[in-house]
């Protein structure tokens, strides 16, 4: 069973409800019932995507791990990508899914720091293709250089919550 906490606006009440957006503790008189679900009277005010891309710290942890895991396991995937025939094609929609479990692990939030995170996780995951590819040969892989734009943007899309 849930433990009771204290709202936040009324210390001695205890409650077991939190706001839907924010996820503080509220009592009964302060709840405001929503579209969405009981919210405080602060983000019940708000227009509906007002708190878009507004990440908790947990979420912001999340997002962060997710993308750790991303480039972790891109790695070899990039590897095999580029081996394959429509390289390009699969490489986008890598980067697609990449960015979409980015966007889910931060509790679909799709705002700047989740881009930021797709981003960078699917850039990290190609750079370990490129680089070395570029100081072996002096010349940049192009045959990797359009998957990785692609598989970028596509993350970058993603994590902002899809088209």
Request: proline content about 7%; glycine content about 12%.
């Amino acid at each position: 069973m849930a433990q009771a906490k204290h709202c936040y606006r009324h210390p001695n009440r205890e409650t077991r409800v939190s706001c839907a957006t924010c996820g503080r503790p509220i009592c009964t008189e302060c709840m405001r019932q929503t579209e969405v679900g009981i919210k405080c009277p602060e983000d019940a005010r708000l227009p509906r995507g007002a708190r878009a891309g507004v990440m908790k710290p947990n979420q912001i942890a999340k997002s962060f791990l997710a993308g750790a895991g991303v480039a972790v396991i891109g790695v070899p995937a990039v590897v095999l990508l580029l081996q394959l025939p429509f390289s390009w094609l699969l490489s986008a929609l890598a980067g697609y899914g990449a960015g979409t479990l980015i966007h889910r692990a931060g509790g679909r939030n799709g705002g700047p720091l989740a881009m930021s995170i797709a981003g960078i996780a699917v850039s990290i995951a190609f750079a370990s293709r490129l680089v070395p590819v570029f100081l072996a040969s002096g010349t940049f892989p192009i045959f990797a250089l359009i998957p990785a734009i692609l598989a970028v943007i596509a993350a970058i899309i993603g994590a902002r919550g899809g088209l």
